[in-house]
């Protein structure tokens, strides 16, 4: 078994050295990860520069970029053997709802899906680290129920959330689907030293669907977060109207 294993927060994050440890003994691992916190950059990739790459201290590889790029150079030119799973995480704060499609922690793992291999991200359900411990025994215990009878067809991409608890590989399991946010907070508008206007990008809308079956449902009520997810974003059901209503033929 050959694993990749990536994250936004940086190859300085202490989720990162979590889930490597986690991991440990399941397979030959390699560690491709960003030089610096690429949360929010979604799938992004780097195409206005070149990208460097470096081996740390630790032994991880780490790339100058996004967590897409760390994913893409890995399987198409640093890596010398295709990856048999590729994992990302483990993340500083939820990815549930529409806050994975910002994501970078789910990017990650989303590009070995593009790439045809099996993918998982994990994610703590809160911020600072809290019971990362936890978090990580359940990442392993995950991974391995995957492995355990051959991995299931690839490929495909699970998207997890792990409450913050001494507990959360004793939790229940649930497969979820995404909740969904309201829209965004407004912009913060500031004055830079020099006069300048400038902005910062506001606070994630409050929940707006966080009804049963939802990741934000399964993580309030102290469960461990599993939604498979997918890349196609085609509105099947809408394709009769739209063609009705553009005089157009359904292919």
């Known amino acids: 078994m050959h694993i990749l294993i990536s994250n936004d927060d940086g190859y300085l994050a202490p989720g990162l050295a979590a889930l490597v440890r986690a991991c440990e003994g399941l397979g030959t691992i390699e560690v491709v990860a960003p030089e610096q916190n690429a949360s929010g950059t979604s799938n992004a990739l780097t195409l206005n520069r070149p990208l460097s ?44 709802g529409d806050d994975t499609l910002y ?19 994990f994610s703590l359900v809160d911020k600072a680290w809290g ?6 025994r359940t990442a392993r215990s995950i991974v391995q129920r995957l492995l355990a009878d051959g991995l299931p067809q690839a490929p495909w991409l699970l998207n997890v959330n792990i409450p913050n608890r001494p507990d959360a590989d004793r939790l229940p399991r649930l497969v979820t689907r995404l909740g969904r946010r309201h829209a ?26 966080a009804g049963e079956g939802t990741d934000f449902h399964a993580a309030a009520h102290g469960c461990v977060s599993i939604t498979p997810l997918q890349v196609d974003l085609t509105d099947h059901p809408a394709r009769p109207a739209w063609a ?7 292919a």
């Open 103 to 121: 994501s970078g922690t789910v990017a990650a793992a989303m590009e070995g899906y593009l790439f045809g291999i099996p993918a998982v991200a």
């Open 244 to 250: 009705g209503r553009l005089g157009a033929a359904v």
């Open 131 to 136: 019971e990362l411990d936890a978090a990580a």
């Open 184 to 209: 965004s907070e407004p912009v913060i508008r500031q004055t830079s030293p020099r006069g300048e206007t400038i902005y910062w990008i506001g606070p994630a809308g409050d929940v707006r669907d």
């Open 53 to 96: 790459v470096f081996e740390a201290a630790n032994g991880f590889k780490v790339v100058s970029g996004t967590p897409s790029d760390c994913v893409h150079v890995a399987l198409t030119g640093l890596l010398a053997r295709r990856p048999d799973l590729v994992l990302s995480g483990i993340n500083n704060g939820a990815n549930m």
